[in-house]
């Protein structure tokens, strides 16, 4: 594969360049036509990388690319899944260079999406076409890849649902996530679920001079911002009743086998230019982001916000709230447990609405399975190291779905890194994480 890419580097970087250069915003209905776009350019890749047949299939929201190739009725069945959304680009102004015009500099790509998730499902193309025309490709392969996972897939799971029989498989190939460094290769072997909602207060229904009612009326960004610390207590506890009712305690056993992932506490801290870490009281940082559940406010505002002053006693108050979930807790129920809490605390001197936005389960994965081991055995020739299992602070809430929906479990071979600050400005992805990975896959393909 080393050859293979060597000799085609600079056809692959004009391909993910293309598919770099669309802004395919799921969450943007000014973007739709893009999402067309992109989904039409990945059925051209398909094609050319070797399927028998790919194609564009319409949801109920976003389009969703389809393809296959079929060795024999007798082999097993690799389902690879991607998306092909991003997320915004705000503030553009932070990017050193633009969003959707791909660079290499420094040894990596800058483009939105370029590790999440375009550049990753990328290199299962990139593999699929050096084992079809190289290697000779002993299994079914099949992609499926959708426009949605940005805004938590609302629309895959009924098609997925819909197309059952066309999708069956063996396994399902992910790679959405990250290891833990370029030296210490990991692969998750479970993600964190997701409840996201939205809350608004109100109190006047109108904004009102500061001075006029200022201390005698409720403001209710003041009355939110006292309502989200109550969320969360001195210990890092999550206050909604029944939160934790379904969370599973890991034994010490597991624990430690957990904490031998390698972690450097002071080279965390210094990434994110922060003096300390802060989260539940009892778990180290890693057992936080992997293990345990936690919520925050992802956005709020209200009020006047553009430049100069203007002293106005607001009459709403909004913020976005997501809570990560850990395997067993249901999404639906949290968000219905939030909701009833959030409802609950509110005083008698402001409304308050929460709408359900989307959401997902977590998952876990068995580290003995043949999908796994070929998985490691593929890393470690690659990396020089084996690869050490991991769970995933991040929520791929649709991988939960597909499980049920197929009856097989998703396997998740991430090659990102925490450097490659995806969702943020500058995302980027190592150029030798990117050829890395089109190894690792092609040579699971061996192994599996």
């Known amino acids: 594969m080393k050859t293979y890419i060597e000799a085609n580097k600079e056809r692959f970087f004009e391909e ?30 398909l094609k050319e990388a070797g399927a028998d047949e790919a194609a564009v299939y319409q949801t109920d929201g976003h389009p969703v690319v389809f393809g296959r190739k079929t060795v024999s009725p007798d082999a097993p069945t690799v389902l690879v899944y991607g998306h092909y959304d991003v997320q915004p680009v705000d503030p553009v102004e932070l990017w050193h260079s633009a969003p959707f015009e ?20 990328f290199m299962h193309i990139k593999a699929f076409e050096f084992m079809v025309r190289e290697a000779g490709l002993r299994h079914n392969v099949k992609f499926i890849l959708e426009g949605e996972e940005e805004i938590g897939s ?3 799971a009924k098609w997925a649902k819909e197309h059952k029989d066309m999708l069956a ?3 399902i190939l992910v790679s959405d996530t990250t290891m833990i460094s370029e030296s210490v290769p990991s692969i998750n072997c479970g993600m964190r679920g997701l409840s996201y909602v939205e809350v608004k207060v109100t109190g006047p229904d109108k904004d009102l001079h500061s001075g006029h009612y200022g201390g005698a009326v409720a403001n209710p960004i003041n009355v939110l911002c006292d309502m989200i ?61 992997g293990i345990r559940p936690c919520l925050d406010v992802n956005g709020i505002w209200g009020g006047f916000t553009g430049e100069g002053s203007k002293t106005v006693l607001p009459s709403e108050a909004h913020a976005k709230i997501s809570m990560r979930l850990v395997p067993n807790q249901d999404s639906e129920t949290i ?15 402001v409304k308050v609405e929460v709408k359900p936005c989307h959401g997902g389960d977590g998952f876990l994965i068995p580290i003995s399975s043949e999908a796994y081991q070929a998985a490691s055995k593929a890393m470690t020739e690659v990396y020089g190291i084996e690869p050490v299992p991991s769970r995933g602070g991040g929520s791929i809430p649709i991988l939960a779905d597909l499980q049920r929906i197929l009856g097989i479990d998703p396997l998740l071979m991430g090659f990102g890194l925490e450097r490659d600050t995806i969702h943020s400005p500058n995302e980027s992805y190592l150029l030798k994480q990117l050829f890395a990975g089109m190894e690792s896959i092609a040579l699971f393909y061996r192994y599996y």
Do not use: W
């Open 102 to 121: 791909p660079e290499i500099r420094d040894g990596a790509i800058y483009a939105r999406g370029a590790n999440d998730d375009k550049g990753q499902l």
């Open 154 to 156: 609302p629309s895959l």
């Open 169 to 171: 498989a063996d396994i």
């Open 335 to 349: 968000t219905r447990l939030f909701c009833e809490h959030f409802r609950a605390i509110a005083p008698d001197y």
């Open 16 to 45: 993910l360049f293309s598919l770099l250069r669309i802004p395919s915003i799921s969450s943007s209905p000014e973007n739709r036509p893009d999402m067309v776009r992109c989904a039409e350019r990945l059925v051209e890749l």
């Open 229 to 289: 610390s109550s969320l969360i207590d001195k210990d890092g506890h999550i206050t909604v009743k029944g939160f934790y009712d379904d969370v599973v305690e890991l034994s010490a056993e597991d624990r430690a086998k957990l904490a031998r992932a390698p972690f450097d506490l002071e080279e965390y801290k210094s990434f994110l230019n922060i003096k300390e870490v802060k989260g539940e009281k009892g778990y180290t940082t890693l057992e936080r982001t």
